[in-house]
């Protein structure tokens, strides 16, 4: 077989790729060596590659993952942090990751660039799933409790009637005095 051919085969388990994408700073991404191990390429190479064109890399696209954040990362998914890395990790927001299509040019890079795309988009429908549900039920929590308010009203109405009908009436006319008009 060529080598060209089975760069064009590379299949990763959208399974791998959904548990690569991370939530930092309210945003989905992944970071540098998990991208790396992805393309098939060393940390440092892809970096440097990112670094020879750091003006296709906006803020919105990267950013340096501060010390805390690593951390919390580490302590979380029990990643291991043998032999420890020299230099904080990058992190890539999805369209960071499109644009390293464009700087690593291997077939392999491209492929594997399409399935991270197609992740990220189930992964944005399934949150976008998840919040048309949460809506439905925040809905159906406040028509819950707009009714149990009405059922309350109704029942200190009647409430209100009972104690009406079993209070003692005053007499409309006592015998012996004339009522006056």
């Known amino acids: 077989m060529q080598m060209g051919n089975l760069t064009h085969h590379v299949a990763?388990?959208?399974?791998?790729?959904?548990?690569?994408?991370?939530?930092?700073?309210?945003?989905?991404?992944?970071?540098?060596?998990?991208?790396?191990?992805?393309?098939?390429?060393?940390?440092?190479?892809?970096?440097?590659?990112?670094?020879?064109?750091?003006?296709?890399?906006?803020?919105?696209?990267?950013?340096?993952?501060?010390?805390?954040?690593?951390?919390?990362?580490?302590?979380?998914?029990?990643?291991?942090?043998?032999?420890?890395?020299?230099?904080?990790?990058?992190?890539?927001?999805?369209?960071?990751?499109?644009?390293?299509?464009?700087?690593?040019?291997?077939?392999?890079a491209i492929t594997v660039n399409i399935q991270i795309m197609r992740v990220f988009t189930k992964v944005r429908e399934i949150l976008m799933d998840n919040i048309s549900v949460r809506l439905e039920i925040e809905e159906i929590k406040n028509k819950l409790a707009s009714q149990d308010k009405n059922i309350e009203l109704v029942f200190s109405y009647l409430d209100e009637l009972n104690e009406k009908h079993d209070a003692p009436k005053p007499p409309t006319h006592v015998k012996g005095f004339k009522p006056t008009d």
């Open 12 to 108: 990763i388990p959208d399974e791998i790729i959904t548990s690569k994408i991370y939530l930092i700073r309210d945003k989905k991404v992944m970071l540098d060596e998990d991208l790396a191990e992805l393309y098939g390429v060393a940390t440092g190479n892809l970096n440097k590659a990112v670094n020879r064109n750091i003006n296709r890399f906006p803020d919105d696209f990267m950013f340096k993952v501060t010390k805390e954040e690593y951390d919390n990362l580490i302590f979380q998914f029990g990643t291991s942090n043998w032999g420890g890395r020299r230099k904080l990790p990058y992190a890539f927001t999805e369209q960071g990751v499109a644009m390293l299509s464009c700087v690593l040019k291997s077939e392999r």
